[in-house]
Every structure is written in structure tokens, then in C-alpha cells.
């Protein structure tokens, strides 16, 4: 929820644990590589995905091997409502998203799936993530092409039959509808703004997992959005 995503910016990190109770990062996983390949391609790709704030799925993908820019931005609604404070409200159909554009010859669309399910989302929580509440936090993949939905739907499936997770998978896959740039003072926010509390308590975990937990995937130097951007 907003409010409380704006309370944390002013709040210690000890006053965080009693607001959100469990840390965002209560329980990663490591999750079994897709057994369903990619089809070849050689050209940039294009993944769109949601799961909770933005600031943190750009942040953990901006670490990705062989990404190549993520966008923070807006899924699943008109043009018209792609806009903060109107996506806050909930009724818009749109989700808190990423645009990922990446080298199929250097990561694939499995690969960026497993980090999403290892270490970005918590799969099992529907229309949430950690303290944030409401359909726009929705855990969703936007296809983009015919064989994403199909490497998608397949990797579901086999988490689901493997029973990787206790609880069951409630992420959404949706055929690709339109993405939004959200505003500018959003991109790269986690890379500008380190100490934020809300970055530190809820995000800067999922990369440090991603280092710990998927070191072959992790790069250290983050791909910026803003070129000009610092930390």
C-alpha cells in the first residue's frame, strides 16, 4: 500500500519490523533451472514482469547477467491510467511492472523466470508483496511472444509438480498488453537512493540473495537506466 510505502521512508529499520512483520526476504528460494528451453534467438528480447514494487525488481534485474536496460513502469491497463498516484488506487487493472531488455546469447527467458521465482517474488502471495497490498503488487508474467508463454506456462507447471514451494503458486501469466514507463523520479531509485529504508529493508536482500544464491546469473555493476545516475 502507498501510504505505508511513503511511512517507511521516515521510519527506523526497528520500527519496519513491527509495521511489515516478516523481512521481504523470509523465505528465498533457490529454485530448479526451467527444464523447458528457450527457442533460439540471436536479437535483443523484450520479458515484462510484476511482483510487488518496482523499485526492487529493477533494482534485483539491473544485477542480471545480460541485461541490458530494466524500465520500471506499469502492466495490465489502459494508457490513459498509467500514472502513480492513479495505479495506487488499485482499480486501474495495471500492476507495478519491469520492461527487461536482454541477450538471449548471454541469459535466457528461463533464467530471468528462476530469478524472478528465486529471489525478486514470493510466488504464493496473491495480489502482495512483503508490505504492499492490492492488485497492482500482483505477481504476473506479460508474455511477449508466443514462446515466452509457453517456457512460462511449462516452468509453472514444473514448480508446481516439484512442490518447490509449501504454498501454492498463485503468479499470473498474461498475454502482453502494453507497458508504461512510470515517472522519472522512480527509475534507478534503488540505485539512487541506497539508504531509503523501504530499499534497505525490503530490497536490498533480494540482490544480495541473487549474489549468494545465483552467482553465475549475478553481475556487481548494475546496468543503469539513467547513464548519468549515481549511487
Given at each position: ?20 512483520g ?18 533460439p ?10 511482483g ?9 534485474f539491473?544485477?542480471?547477467k545480460?541485461?541490458?536496460q ?17 495505479v ?59 514462446d ?11 514448480l ?13 501469466i498474461?498475454?502482453f ?28 536482500p ?26
Amino acid at each position: 500500500m502507498k501510504n505505508l510505502r511513503t511511512l517507511l521512508a521516515t521510519v527506523a529499520i526497528a520500527a519496519l519490523t513491527a509495521a511489515c512483520g516478516a523481512n521481504a526476504d523470509e523465505t528465498p528460494h533457490v529454485v530448479p533451472v526451467s527444464a523447458t528451453a528457450d527457442a533460439p534467438a540471436t536479437a535483443i528480447q523484450t520479458a515484462v514482469l510484476s511482483g510487488g514494487c518496482f523499485w526492487g525488481l529493477q533494482g534485483v534485474f539491473e544485477h542480471v547477467k545480460g541485461v541490458k536496460q530494466v524500465v520500471a513502469g506499469y502492466a495490465g491497463g489502459a494508457a490513459d491510467t498509467a500514472h502513480y498516484n492513479m495505479v495506487s488506487a488499485g482499480t486501474t487493472g495495471h500492476a507495478e511492472s519491469v520492461q527487461i531488455k536482454y541477450d538471449p546469447k548471454q541469459v535466457s527467458y528461463g533464467d530471468l523466470l528462476r530469478v524472478y521465482f528465486s529471489v525478486a517474488t514470493d510466488p504464493t502471495e496473491l495480489n502482495r508483496q512483503g508490505p504492499d497490498e492490492g492488485t497492482q503488487y500482483r505477481g504476473d508474467i506479460w508474455t511477449t511472444t508466443p514462446d515466452q508463454a509457453r517456457v512460462a506456462k511449462a516452468y509453472l507447471a514444473q514448480l508446481r509438480a516439484s512442490h518447490t514451494f509449501a504454498q501454492p503458486i498463485v503468479t499470473r501469466i498474461d498475454a502482453f498488453k502494453g507497458f508504461y514507463p512510470a515517472e522519472t523520479y522512480h527509475q534507478d531509485f534503488l540505485l539512487k537512493n541506497p539508504d531509503y529504508p523501504y530499499i534497505v529493508y525490503n530490497d536490498l536482500p533480494k540482490i544480495e540473495n541473487l549474489k549468494r544464491m545465483l552467482p553465475h546469473l549475478y553481475v556487481a555493476t548494475p546496468v543503469r537506466l539513467a547513464q548519468n545516475s549515481h549511487s
